[in-house]
């Protein structure tokens, strides 16, 4: 099974901080701004918005005569003990941040030995998860997290999965012709969000936008109730305009 490689704005980001990280890491003592554009070649307003990031997400830290250090975050991630918690507690703290901006429980999700897999979610009382009632490794055809990773394969992985997983009726709006959904999964852009207008379950709307990371399949994704659907577009822009910090903890 092979991926469609359509790098995103937020895997462009990615390139551009991780060549920011490094540069900061080789630097112990510190190095500022104007020093940093100069090494790593990033124009000065995009450098000052990768900056900000990286300080937020606590990957860089500002010393007392303005340079930048490595902080806490990239210290436990570079570290081999304990990598694999604190990169959940990274992306946890980043999720639920998205959360709280998007208006909405997000997700996120992998595409792992031929399954859909929901790694991490963040929700919360006023920002509810939907309800799982049909697992979703069975639904990738109906959900929007299912069908971003299905885009993010191969023509031969798409009819591998559908294969496995015969598409079921969830609701009056599921495709369940094997036909129709690969024609749309195939004309679906693939740096858009996948859109699932009650297609998964009845009330409720879901947005997903793809995270090119290497050599597997992974999405975010948003969940919302119906009443809120004239929000889904813009929430979803929104998630893929801050996709950023996700790929890069799972790159370093």
Known sequence: MALRHEPTASYHSVQDAL???????RRSTGINETELAR??????????????????????????????????????????????????????RTLDRLRDSVGAAVYLSRYVDGEVSVTQYADSPATPKV????????????????????????????????????????TSRT????????SKLAA???????????????????????????STAGCLALSLPLEHAHRLRRAADTLNRN??????????
């Open 19 to 25: 060549r920011v990280l490094e540069t900061v890491a």
């Open 175 to 182: 495709i369940t012709s094997d036909r129709l959904l690969l």
């Open 188 to 214: 679906q852009p693939p740096t858009a969000p996948v859109l699932d207008l009650q297609e998964y379950a009845v009330g409720t709307v879901c947005a997903a936008v793809p995270l090119t990371a290497g």
């Open 243 to 252: 996709a950023a910090p996700v790929l890069l903890s799972l790159a370093i």
């Open 131 to 170: 309800n799982e009632w049909v697992d979703f490794r069975y639904s990738a055809h109906a959900t929007a997290v299912g069908k971003s990773l299905l885009t993010q394969l191969d023509h031969d992985g798409r009819r591998d999965h559908l294969a496995r997983h015969r598409p079921a009726r969830l």
């Open 39 to 92: 090494e790593t070649g990033v124009a000065t307003e995009r450098l000052t918005t990768l900056l900000r990031m990286l300080r937020r997400e606590a990957y860089v830290e500002q010393i007392a005569d303005g340079g930048y250090v490595t902080g806490a975050a990239f210290v436990r991630l570079g570290s081999a003990a304990g990598h694999h918690q604190a990169l959940r507690e990274t992306l946890q």
